[in-house]
């Protein structure tokens, strides 16, 4: 299959992923995923990427987060139960793949993560031993924050491994997917479809927005290295990418943007002027970025400002709060740690299936029409799921539990980055040094299934890269 056929393929797939998410119905979602499981099914190794294109593009949530009731969508991660079942499958299929093919514990970065994984679901279970029988729907829910990642990484990894051509594929089709769905968004924030929030445009509320940094690194790489024509698309693509940032405005997502665009600049292997360069194009981008979004909506930068200034709002004090975001996270670690401390549980958790009260710190507000917990954990006063990973971690397994997770994948971070220099300049090369300082971004923003199932992915496909033999040629 050439490239262009391919392209076109992806485009008309990612297409009809979007109209089905917003304009379609459960039946049609049903009716997709069986078309790409047959797919799958007639040919593994050259159609399996259709299914990771379904999961990777499909949204979780409506952008209109205030009004979800108005604006349904309709995704796999929205059928009840239908992504976790899924996931399933596939860790059943995964681990078939290694009691068949062992080697694949050979990579030292496979047996890191493996056992990684191994301790962290053991100690929340042997911690939450009683909530398995008390709260047994929430303790799996707590275990598919390991399960769906190890899912997605077994199989991906059994699939593509020593098939260079079809992993680059893959990766062509990550970027023609992902290139398609950002200029839809685009195309939203133009026509203000989305999300107002003052005079800015939020054109997605879906968790997979976290992502962006990761997509920007790959098309700025794919600017600085392709030779032709086409690396001024990327670049505007590049700019897209920004654009579709600061319509967001989280602020956790644009700290890392700024952190991880930087850090590639500086860490990749070009002459010093080149670097300078790049540096220069990056703060003109963002510059010009923000003047088209002042000139089509006037007074939107407001809403970033505002988003970044309140990044340490957390006076629990005070009679009111511009952003609850920020409090609402400080009263979840203070309620998690003197629990910890009354019940000596602060070194390795309460287990999985755990649950914090605010019996030591109330919520000075009233938590109902916020969309942050469950109105039965509210009427409760039992929140099981914390906001952010870290909290959630903490929670789970203890102040020894999040620093080991942290650890292991900054050990990974090193080992990888030693082998990512190894490789020459092509489409592997450029996910690979990519996904690389993103890794930190989806750990630390890993709350939603979809960011779970893309951190198996992507861990996936920069191991495959870096214990590849060769790759499939230069850009």
Known sequence: MSDKILSSRIFLFTLIIELITNFGNASLVLLLFTVVISLVLVNVKQNFKYLLILFLISDDQSRFLSDSLGHPIFS???????????????????????????????????????????????????FGILN????????????????????????????????????????????????????ILLTLFFNG?????????????????????????IFLLLFIFVKNFTRYFYLLMFLVSLLITLSIASRSTMVFAILILISLIFIINISKFRKYLYFGYFFLGVSMTVVVIET??????????????????????????????????YIELLNI????????????????????????????????????????????????????TPIFLFLKIGLVGVLYYYGVFTKLFFLLKQKVKEIEVSLEYIFALAILPNIFLIITKNYSSKMQIALGIYIAIVFLITNSKKNEGKL
């Open 337 to 388: 740690f003197y629990a910890h401390i009354e019940n000596y549980t602060i070194f390795f958790g309460s287990g999985f299936g755990s649950y914090f009260v605010d019996s030591y710190v109330k919520f000075p507000f009233n938590l109902f029409g916020i969309h942050a917990y469950k109105h039965e954990w509210i009427i409760n006063r039992t929140f099981f799921k914390p906001h952010t």
């Open 76 to 126: 796999i991660y929205t059928l009840p139960n239908f992504s976790m079942i899924v996931t399933i499958f596939l860790l059943l299929v995964g681990v078939l793949k290694v009691i068949k093919n062992k080697n694949i514990f050979a990579f030292s970065e496979m047996k890191i993560l493996f056992k990684f994984y191994a301790i962290i679901i053991l100690f929340g279970l042997v």
């Open 132 to 183: 398995i029988f008390k709260y047994p729907r929430m303790v799996i829910q707590d275990m598919s924050y390991q399960i769906n990642s190890i899912a997605f990484l077994l199989v991906v990894f059994g699939v593509y491994y020593g098939n260079n051509k079809d992993l680059k594929k893959l990766l062509q089709s990550i970027v023609t997917a992902i290139t398609v769905k950002y200029l």
């Open 193 to 217: 479809d989305g999300e107002i929030v003052g005079q800015m445009v939020k054109v997605t509320g879906e968790s997979g927005k976290s992502l962006v940094p990761l997509y920007s690194s």
């Open 296 to 329: 089509i909506r006037p007074g939107a930068m407001v809403n970033v400002l505002w988003k970044l200034n309140s990044f340490g709002e957390i006076n629990i004090n005070a009679t009111s709060h511009s952003s609850l975001s920020p409090v609402i996270r």
